[in-house]
Antibody, heavy 121, light 109 residues
């Protein structure tokens, strides 16, 4: 069974770039028709889709975050990554990586445990 | 894109049924038969309960069912159990993106 694990700094200063990595174990990130996504959740609030990447490298991003987001994949390490630039306190959230399937990977049957990222000086 | 609209909270007694609505637009919920639902307990990652409007992943009890009419999707939980108390989120394919609902807190009385 595929497992996902997020990793990265838990504290980022305002205006800097948030960088997270999701390591996939129990299966190859390149196998199957899966999309690899990032989703976040501010404390006490709902889920927000950040974006997705296919193993071909094609990406789609939330229009509201598009100018600041980059998602990439490293098939040799079985990992995919998130970079969010020019962060503010509003970017403080639990960040989840997830495996998407179905139409353009819109449904998420596998999730990481989530990692809290706080934006503060 | 705007978040899909869900009621903030719903409640029901054990054994009863509850329905959670999820309203979008013709660009998301109404435009495709690609709506999913997630259950989230406090401090845990969301769990997929329904996909493609009404399909259940393996292991999800048949007490959970989904439907859609126009721009509104619905999740119905029948035979409520204490462990169903959680937050529920709808999610819709929206072409080149995905949009979630604001979430509904289900309280089992």
């Amino acid at each position: 069974q595929v497992q996902l694990q997020e990793s990265g700094p838990g504290l980022v200063k305002p205006s800097q770039t948030l960088s997270l990595t999701c390591t996939v174990s129990g299966g190859s990130i390149s196998s199957g028709s899966y999309y690899w996504s990032w989703i976040r959740q501010p404390a006490g609030k709902g889920l927000e889709w950040i974006g997705r990447i296919y193993t071909s490298g094609s990406t789609n991003y939330n229009p509201s975050l598009k100018s600041r987001v980059t998602i990439s994949v490293d098939t040799s390490k079985n990992q995919f990554s998130l970079k969010l630039s020019s962060v503010t306190a509003a970017d403080t959230a639990v960040y989840y990586c997830a495996r998407g399937s179905g139409r353009d990977g819109y449904n998420y049957g596998g999730w990481g445990q989530g990692t809290l990222v706080t934006v503060s000086s | 894109q705007s978040a899909l609209t869900q009621p903030r909270s719903v409640s029901g007694s054990p054994g009863q049924s509850v329905t959670i609505s999820c309203t979008g637009t013709s660009s998301d919920v109404g435009g495709y038969n690609y709506v999913s639902w997630y259950q989230q307990h406090p401090g845990k990652a969301p769990k997929l309960m329904i996909y493609d409007v009404s399909k259940r992943p393996s292991g999800v009890p048949d007490r959970f069912s989904g439907s859609k009419s126009g721009n509104t999707a619905s999740l119905t939980i029948s035979g409520l159990q204490a462990e169903d108390e959680a937050d529920y989120y709808c999610c819709s394919y929206a072409g080149s993106s995905v949009v979630f609902g604001g979430g509904t807190k289900l309280t089992v009385l």
